[in-house]
C-alpha cells in the first residue's frame, strides 16, 4: 500500500495537541477567576468594614452629644447627675420593667438593626445594659462582655471584636464594639453589634459571588463535557472522512481501470501517464504528498469517459462533428464527477482534491491556447496540467488502436519535440526527455496493474533521475 495517506494522521495529531490543550486552558479559567473573586472580595470586605466602622463612629458621635447635653444641665442644676444618667440609661437601653431588666423596643435612639448600647466604668461595673445592669464585667463568664472589658480598660483599645454566648443557648457569636470613653461620668460608651448584622449587606454580595464561582465550575464542567464530545465526534468525522476519501479514490480508480478495459487497446493507458508523471514530477523536485496527487489525477484524468456510450467511445472510424463534441467534454464530465465523489471529503485535502480536478478538467489545453474545455494559454495552463498533457499524449502516441499502431519510443519523442511551443509546454517536454528513457518507456508497458507500476518503481528505482528543474 502507498504511503501518500500518511498525512491525515499527522494532522489529526496536530490537531488532538490542540484539542488537549484547550480542556487545560477551560480548567484554568474557572481557577482564575476564583482567584480574582477572593482576592476582590477581601478588599471589598476590607472597605465594607472601614465605612461600617465609620457609620457606627457617626452614630456615637451622636449619641456623645446627648450625653454632653446632660452633663451641661448637670452643671447648670437644672439636673441632678443621679437624674441625668437615669434619662441617658433610658435614651440608651429603654426604661426599666418591674423584673429589673431594660425594654430594648422603647429606645429612642436611631439605631442600625442588631446595633445596641452597652456602659460600664472604669471597674468594669456594667452601667447600662439590658439585662445585667450593675454586674462586674470581670466577675462575668466570656457569655457578655469580660473580653471587651479587658481589651478596652487593660489595652486601651477603641474597636474590637469578640466571642459572646446567644442569650438562651451555648451558642456563641461575634460582636463588634466601638468604645469611647465620657470621663464627666466615668463611662465607657460602647455600641455594639453582632458580626451578622454588621456584615449583612456584604454577606448577599459573597452569596452571590459564590454562585458566581459555582457557576464558573459548573460552566467549565459543561463545556468540558461538550469538548469531549466534540472532540470524539470530530475524531470520528475525520476518520469516517479519511475512510470515504480512501474509498472514492478505489472507486475511481476501479472505474478507471473498468473504463480502459472496455477497449483493449487503451488498456493500462491511466496507469502508464500516471506512471510517467510521477517520474516527471520526482524530476521536478516536487514532495511526496504532490507526487502522489500527481499519481492519482494521472489515473483519473480521463474518467470523464466512463458515461460515454461504446458506439462513440470505441469507434473506428471517422467521428462525426457531434461524437466529437461529445468525446472533447470529457475533461468537464470529469471534473464534475469528482467534485460530487470528493463532496463529502475534508479541508484538510481540499488543495489535493482541487489539483485531480485541475488535472482532470486542463490535461487538453494546448500551449498555443488552441486546446481544450478553456483555450488556457500557456503558462496559463496549470503546471499539473501541462505535465499531464505531455505524459497523455505520448503514451497516446506509443499505444495500438484498432485504426492504427502504435509509434516506437523514438519516433513519439520526434513528435513531442515537433509540437513543443504550439501543443506542448517546452519546459515539461525538456523534463520528460531528461527522465523517461526508452527503458522506462518499456517497463511502463510491461505493466498493466497501477499499484504493481508504482511498487515496481519505488522498490526497484531503476529510473535515473538527473538535471532537475524548478517547478
Given at each position: 500500500?502507498?504511503?501518500?495517506?500518511?498525512?491525515?494522521?499527522?494532522?489529526?495529531q496536530k490537531?488532538?495537541?490542540?484539542?488537549?490543550?484547550f480542556p487545560v486552558?477551560?480548567?484554568?479559567l474557572?481557577?482564575?477567576?476564583?482567584?480574582i473573586?477572593?482576592?476582590?472580595?477581601?478588599?471589598?470586605?476590607?472597605?465594607?468594614?472601614?465605612n461600617?466602622?465609620e457609620k457606627?463612629?457617626?452614630?456615637?458621635?451622636?449619641?456623645?452629644?446627648?450625653l454632653?447635653?446632660y452633663?451641661?444641665?448637670?452643671?447648670?442644676d437644672?439636673?441632678?447627675?443621679s437624674?441625668?444618667?437615669?434619662?441617658?440609661r433610658?435614651?440608651l437601653?429603654?426604661?426599666?420593667?418591674?423584673?429589673?431588666?431594660?425594654?430594648?423596643?422603647?429606645v429612642?435612639?436611631?439605631?442600625?438593626?442588631?446595633?445596641s448600647?452597652l456602659?460600664?466604668?472604669?471597674?468594669?461595673?456594667?452601667?447600662?445594659?439590658?439585662q445585667?445592669?450593675?454586674?462586674?464585667?470581670?466577675?462575668?463568664?466570656?457569655?457578655?462582655?469580660?473580653t471587651?472589658?479587658?481589651e478596652?480598660?487593660?489595652?486601651?483599645?477603641?474597636?474590637?471584636?469578640?466571642?459572646s454566648l446567644?442569650?438562651?443557648?451555648?451558642?456563641s457569636e461575634?460582636?463588634?464594639?466601638?468604645?469611647?470613653y465620657?470621663?464627666?461620668?466615668?463611662?465607657?460608651?460602647?455600641?455594639?453589634?453582632?458580626?451578622?448584622?454588621?456584615?449583612?449587606?456584604?454577606?448577599?454580595l459573597?452569596?452571590?459571588?459564590?454562585?458566581?464561582?459555582f457557576?464558573?465550575?459548573?460552566i467549565t464542567?459543561?463545556?468540558?463535557?461538550?469538548?469531549?464530545?466534540?472532540?470524539?465526534?470530530?475524531?470520528?468525522?475525520k476518520?469516517?472522512?479519511?475512510?470515504?476519501?480512501e474509498?472514492?479514490?478505489?472507486?475511481?480508480?476501479t472505474?478507471?481501470?473498468?473504463?480502459e478495459?472496455?477497449?483493449?487497446y487503451?488498456?493500462?493507458?491511466?496507469?502508464?501517464v500516471a506512471?510517467?508523471?510521477?517520474?516527471m514530477?520526482?524530476?521536478?523536485?516536487f514532495?511526496?504528498?504532490t507526487?502522489?496527487?500527481?499519481?492519482?489525477g494521472?489515473?483519473?484524468?480521463?474518467?470523464?469517459?466512463?458515461?460515454?456510450?461504446?458506439?462513440?467511445?470505441?469507434?473506428?472510424?471517422?467521428?462525426?462533428?457531434?461524437e466529437?463534441?461529445?468525446?472533447?467534454?470529457h475533461?468537464?464530465?470529469?471534473?464534475?464527477?469528482?467534485?460530487?465523489?470528493?463532496?463529502?471529503?475534508?479541508?484538510?485535502?481540499?488543495?489535493e482534491?482541487?489539483?485531480?480536478?485541475?488535472?482532470?478538467?486542463?490535461?487538453h489545453?494546448?500551449?498555443?491556447?488552441?486546446?481544450?474545455?478553456?483555450q488556457?494559454?500557456?503558462?496559463e495552463?496549470?503546471?499539473?496540467a501541462r505535465?499531464?498533457?505531455?505524459?497523455?499524449?505520448?503514451?497516446?502516441?506509443t499505444?495500438?488502436r484498432?485504426?492504427?499502431?502504435?509509434?516506437?519510443?523514438?519516433?513519439?519523442?520526434?513528435e513531442?519535440?515537433?509540437?513543443s511551443?504550439?501543443?506542448f509546454?517546452?519546459?515539461?517536454?525538456?523534463?520528460?526527455?531528461?527522465c523517461?528513457?526508452?527503458?522506462?518507456f518499456?517497463?511502463?508497458?510491461?505493466i498493466s496493474?497501477?499499484?504493481?507500476?508504482?511498487?515496481?518503481?519505488q522498490?526497484k528505482?531503476e529510473?535515473?533521475?538527473?538535471?532537475?528543474?524548478?517547478s
Open positions: 500500500m502507498r504511503k501518500g495517506r500518511s498525512v491525515l494522521p499527522l494532522l489529526l490537531k488532538t495537541i490542540k484539542t488537549r490543550l486552558f477551560l480548567l484554568l474557572p481557577i482564575i477567576f476564583s482567584i473573586v477572593f482576592f476582590g472580595y477581601s478588599q471589598a470586605k476590607q472597605f465594607y468594614y472601614q461600617e466602622i457606627m463612629n457617626r452614630q456615637l458621635n451622636s449619641t456623645f452629644q446627648i454632653t447635653l452633663d451641661e444641665r448637670v452643671k447648670e437644672s439636673l441632678s447627675l437624674e441625668a444618667e437615669y434619662e441617658a433610658n435614651l437601653a429603654g426604661p426599666k420593667r418591674p423584673d429589673g431588666t431594660r425594654n430594648s423596643d422603647a429612642d435612639l436611631t439605631m442600625q438593626s442588631g446595633e448600647f456602659v460600664f466604668n472604669s471597674q468594669g461595673i456594667l452601667v447600662v445594659h439590658p445585667l445592669e450593675g454586674r462586674n464585667l470581670f466577675h462575668l463568664s466570656a457569655s457578655e462582655g469580660q471587651l472589658a479587658q478596652v480598660l487593660r489595652e486601651g483599645k477603641s474597636v474590637i471584636t469578640y466571642p446567644v442569650p438562651g443557648s451555648q451558642k461575634n460582636k463588634i464594639a466601638i468604645v469611647r465620657f470621663p464627666q461620668w466615668d463611662w465607657y460608651v460602647s455600641l455594639i453589634t453582632t458580626e451578622t448584622y454588621f456584615y449583612k449587606q456584604l454577606s448577599d459573597k452569596t452571590l459571588l459564590v454562585i458566581l464561582v457557576g464558573s465550575y459548573l464542567a459543561v463545556l468540558l463535557y461538550n469538548t469531549q464530545r466534540k472532540e470524539k465526534a470530530l475524531l470520528s468525522s476518520l469516517r472522512g479519511e475512510q470515504l476519501i474509498t472514492n479514490q478505489s472507486i475511481l480508480k472505474l478507471a481501470v473498468a473504463l478495459e472496455r477497449d483493449s487503451t488498456s493500462g493507458h491511466s496507469q502508464r506512471f510517467y508523471m510521477r517520474i514530477g520526482k524530476n521536478m523536485n514532495d511526496n504528498k507526487l502522489e496527487t500527481m499519481y492519482t494521472g489515473l483519473l484524468h480521463d474518467i470523464g469517459k466512463i458515461g460515454i456510450e461504446d458506439s462513440i467511445l470505441l469507434k473506428p472510424g471517422r467521428l462525426t462533428d457531434e466529437y463534441e461529445i468525446i472533447r467534454s475533461p468537464i464530465r470529469g471534473e464534475a464527477l469528482l467534485k460530487r465523489l470528493y463532496a463529502e471529503s475534508g479541508r484538510h485535502d481540499s488543495d482534491i482541487q489539483k485531480i480536478m485541475v488535472i482532470t478538467r486542463h490535461h489545453e494546448r500551449f498555443d491556447g488552441r486546446g481544450y474545455p478553456d488556457l494559454v500557456g503558462e495552463i496549470p503546471l499539473l505535465v499531464t498533457a505531455v505524459a497523455d499524449a505520448f503514451d497516446a502516441m499505444s495500438s484498432a485504426y492504427r499502431k502504435g509509434l516506437s519510443y523514438s519516433k513519439a519523442c520526434d513531442l519535440v515537433r509540437n511551443g504550439t501543443q509546454c517546452p519546459t515539461v517536454v525538456d523534463v520528460f526527455f531528461q523517461v528513457t526508452e527503458e522506462v518499456l517497463q511502463a508497458h510491461h496493474r497501477a499499484n504493481e507500476l508504482l511498487d515496481r518503481f522498490e528505482n529510473v535515473s533521475l538527473t538535471h532537475p528543474i524548478s
